[in-house]
C-alpha cells in the first residue's frame, strides 16, 4: 500500500528498554512541509539513514535527483545512474531540480507531482564553493532557499544532509523551513542550539547519550521524538528501489 507516511526510524525508548520496534511515521504528503534535515557528526549514521530514507520515499513515487558532495561508498551503488550527481556535479542537480521549481512558479508546469532532492554533504560543498567562488556559492545558498521556502506548495522537496548546518549556508532564515528535523549521534549542544533550541531540556543532553543511529526527531518545530534507525531486512531491495528511482 502507497501511503503519504514516512517511517524515519523506531521509538528509541522502546527499542531500547522493551526491545519492540514502535514506527515514527511523519506525514510527507503535499499539504505538508517534508522538507528534511539530517545532521550529526562524521560516523553518526546519516547517509546509512539517508539511503533509507531515499528508499520509503521513493516507494511513494515521483522524481528523484541525487547530490552527492563527497561521493563515498554509502552511495556506490547509485553511481553511473541517470540521475546521480557527485562532487563537482552536484550543482547540475541543483540547477535541474530548481529550474523545474520555476517552471511550476511560472505556471508553465501545472503538475505537483513530488520531485525530490537529496542533497548529501551540503554544507561541505558550499564550504568548497565559499574557498572557491564565493559568487557561486551565494548563488547556491540561494537557490537552495528558495527552494526551500516555495517548495512544499509546487511539489518540490529537499532532503539535505550535513555534519553542522550552520544558519550561514541557509539564506534569509530558510533554515527554519525544515519541517522534518534529524540529528543523529553524540551530537554537540550547540547543534540542539542551532535546530530545536525549545527542546534542549527535554532532549536532556547531560544525561541522554545517543549512539551510531540513533538520535533526535523534530517535526514542524512542535513534536520532539527520539529514534533509532535501524538495519534494513533486505539492504539490496532497498538499494533496489533507489537504482530505479534514478533511472
Ligand atoms: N543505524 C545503523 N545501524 C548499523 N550500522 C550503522 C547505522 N548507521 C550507520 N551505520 C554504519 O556506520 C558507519 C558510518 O555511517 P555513515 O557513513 O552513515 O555515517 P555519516 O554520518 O554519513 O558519516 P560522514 O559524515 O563521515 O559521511 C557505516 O559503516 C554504516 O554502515
Ligand atoms: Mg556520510
Redo the contacts with the bound molecule.
Keep these: 500500500m502507497i501511503t503519504n507516511r514516512l517511517n524515519i526510524g523506531y521509538d528509541l525508548d522502546a527499542w531500547n528498554t522493551v526491545k519492540m520496534r514502535i514506527p515514527v511515521t511523519v506525514d510527507v504528503s503535499l499539504s505538508t512541509n517534508s522538507h528534511i534535515l539530517l545532521s550529526?557528526l562524521?560516523?553518526?549514521?546519516?547517509?546509512?539513514?539517508l539511503n533509507q530514507i531515499f528508499a520509503k520515499l521513493a516507494k511513494q513515487g515521483g522524481e528523484f535527483y541525487f547530490a552527492d558532495y563527497?561521493g563515498?561508498d554509502?552511495f556506490a551503488h547509485l553511481r553511473g545512474l541517470p540521475h546521480y550527481y557527485s562532487y563537482k556535479e552536484t550543482l547540475t542537480a541543483l540547477d535541474v531540480v530548481y529550474s523545474r521549481l520555476n517552471d511550476r512558479l511560472s505556471g508553465e508546469d501545472t503538475s505537483r507531482k513530488q520531485i525530490t532532492l537529496i542533497y548529501d554533504e551540503y554544507m561541505a560543498n558550499i564550504l568548497a564553493l565559499m574557498n572557491e567562488d564565493k559568487k557561486k556559492a551565494v548563488e547556491v545558498m540561494n537557490k537552495i532557499a528558495e527552494i526551500l521556502l516555495m517548495g512544499r506548495s509546487m511539489g518540490v522537496r529537499l532532503v539535505a544532509s550535513m555534519?553542522r548546518p550552520d544558519a550561514v549556508a541557509f539564506s534569509h532564515g530558510s533554515r527554519l523551513n525544515f519541517g522534518i528535523i534529524c540529528v543523529l549521534g553524540g551530537a554537540n549542544r550547540s547543534i540542539y542550539e542551532m535546530l530545536c533550541p525549545d527542546f534542549i531540556e527535554q532532549i536532556d543532553t547531560e544525561n541522554r547519550r545517543f549512539g551510531?543511529?540513533e538520535g533526535v526527531v523534530v517535526l514542524q518545530g512542535s513534536r520532539l521524538k527520539f529514534v533509532k534507525?535501524?538495519?534494513p531486512q533486505d539492504y539490496k531491495k532497498l538499494q533496489r528501489l533507489c537504482i530505479k528511482a534514478l533511472s
Design positions: 550529526g562524521s560516523g553518526s549514521g546519516k547517509s546509512y539513514h563527497k563515498d554509502s555534519q551510531r543511529g534507525v535501524a538495519v
